[in-house]
């Protein structure tokens, strides 16, 4: 799986229509001849540069875990109250929420790969462990006494967030806010 910054142009040209397409239209549905086309490269570059469409769908998704890890990093460096950087990745998903209205691309492509050898598989299966570390991490470093458990009931609330978010309800801010009320819940000896 090539990083963003290793490719050619048109490598990037690829990725940036295949991630278009993947995250619009579906994984499945998309094939190389759509993103070839997208991209303006023959299938036979598309190929010379990621190998088959399964390395392409994990680098898609890569890249896109390498720019959402990029946003919660900002805003978990923004609070300076460890507390609050428990639940910074929830503020996260709002400013990321803007431009992504079709739900997490990572539920998205487990739902449509559900083979765990699959490349993409393991990519997006990667980015809700990293995500879950995180918030056990956080908790940790704000003196919350049972981190793994907290960061496993945010997870499933910044998930279910997630989820809900093609849906004409807002649940992003409901769930924020019990997330802060489930980590303020957790006495802390740091506070």
Sequence with gaps: MQ?????TPA???IAAAAEELFYERGITPVGVDLIAEHSGVTKRTLYNQFGSKDQLVAT???IRDQR??????????????????????????RTWSE????GCAFVNALAELPDPAHPAH???TEQKLWLSRLFEELATEAGCPHPATLATRL???HEGALATQP????????SAELARALVRAEPSPRR
């Design 3 to 7: 990083e963003a910054q290793s490719m």
């Design 11 to 13: 490598g990037r040209r």
């Design 60 to 62: 898609y998704l890569a």
């Design 68 to 93: 959402w890890r990029s946003y919660v990093s900002a805003a978990v460096e923004a609070r300076d109250d460890p507390v609050e950087a428990v639940t910074a990745p929830f503020d996260a998903l």
């Design 99 to 102: 431009s992504n209205t079709r």
């Design 122 to 124: 393991r990519v997006a």
């Design 155 to 157: 997870l499933v609330l």
């Design 167 to 174: 849906l004409p309800l807002d649940t992003l801010e409901p």
